[in-house]
Structures are given as C-alpha cells and as structure tokens.
C-alpha cells in the first residue's frame, strides 16, 4: 500500500487513478469523473460539465517522467459559476 497525504479538502494519492476510483466508488457510493493533465497540456487546468453526474472529481497528472500524482476533489469544492463547463487547475489549492 502506499501512504497518501491530505491537505485541508484535497487528498493527494500515489497509487493509479483506476484503482482509486474502482475503490472510491465502490466502498463510498460515489460517482467518480476522472481527468488527466498530461505534460502535452501545460497548463495543469481541467474542465468538467456541471451537468455531469458526479460528486468526486479525480484530478491524474503526469509529469515528463510519466510520474503520476492525483487529487480527489469534493463537487461542491469546485468554482459555482454560470455556464456549461467549471475548471479546477492544479496550482489551486492552499499549500
């Protein structure tokens, strides 16, 4: 098993994203809408529907080295707004 960390309402993981979704949802009836920020991307942003049926959001970024780090955010943690779409960039959260 690896350890995970938790900082304020973020939980940062090191085990691979299908696993820590297949468990989430399986042992804490949650819906789990996954997301990836490949080195590609840069800008370490996401967007996910406000009409999509979740209420955890998995955050998977991979580094150059194809490292991987992931966050569980909370729905209701993301930004309430107007629109089709709400973002969560990786930089976001209180260190």
Not at 63 to 82: N, T, V
């Amino acid at each position: 098993m690896t350890a995970s960390l938790l900082r304020g309402d973020i939980t940062i993981f090191d085990v691979p994203a299908v696993v820590i979704a297949w468990f989430w949802a399986s042992f804490f009836d949650d819906w789990v809408e996954i997301k990836t920020i490949s080195p590609e991307k840069g800008k370490g942003k996401v967007l996910v529907k406000r009409a999509g049926n979740f209420n955890k959001l998995l955050v998977v970024k991979i580094d150059e080295s194809f490292r991987f780090e992931s966050r569980m955010i909370d729905r209701k943690k993301l930004a309430k707004g107007k629109g089709k779409n709400a973002s969560y960039s990786w930089g976001s959260e209180s260190e």
